[in-house]
Nanobody, 114 residues
Framework: VQLVESGGGLVQPGGSLRLSCAASGFTFSNYGMSWGRQAPGKERELVATITTGGVLRTYADSVKGRFTISRDNAKNMVYLQMNSLKPEDTAVYYC????????WGQGTQVTVSS
């Protein structure tokens, strides 16, 4: 399994970012995918999950209404559109393949600060 995240960076509060994840090494369309994050001094948490066909999506309460997860099975890609970003969204964001045992990518830093 290989997951490569991109799209992180520095953004002002209220701004937007779109994270991308390129997946390989497994049959992408057969597995759900998630985005997780880990803020400094905090445990990792899953913030968004999408099922294999993309029909069902779930979100952590902290990001509901602001973040949108999507996937393109033809391209083996998963995305996280993040709007109305807050300083508390600052974290390393990880792409997660929901294969047996789960697999987390290397992460991309998102910093929300003025």
């Amino acid at each position: 399994v290989q997951l490569v995240e991109s799209g992180g960076g520095l953004v002002q509060p209220g701004g937007s970012l779109r994270l991308s994840c390129a997946a390989s090494g497994f049959t992408f369309s057969n597995y759900g995918m998630s985005w997780g994050r880990q803020a400094p001094g905090k445990e990792r948490e899953l913030v968004a999950t999408i099922t294999t066909g993309g029909v069902l999506r779930t979100y952590a309460d902290s990001v509901k209404g602001r973040f949108t997860i999507s996937r393109d099975n033809a391209k083996n890609m998963v995305y996280l559109q993040m709007n109305s970003l807050k300083p508390e969204d600052t974290a390393v964001y990880y792409c997660v393949a929901l294969v047996p045992g789960n697999y987390w990518g290397q992460g991309t830093q998102v910093t929300v600060s003025s």
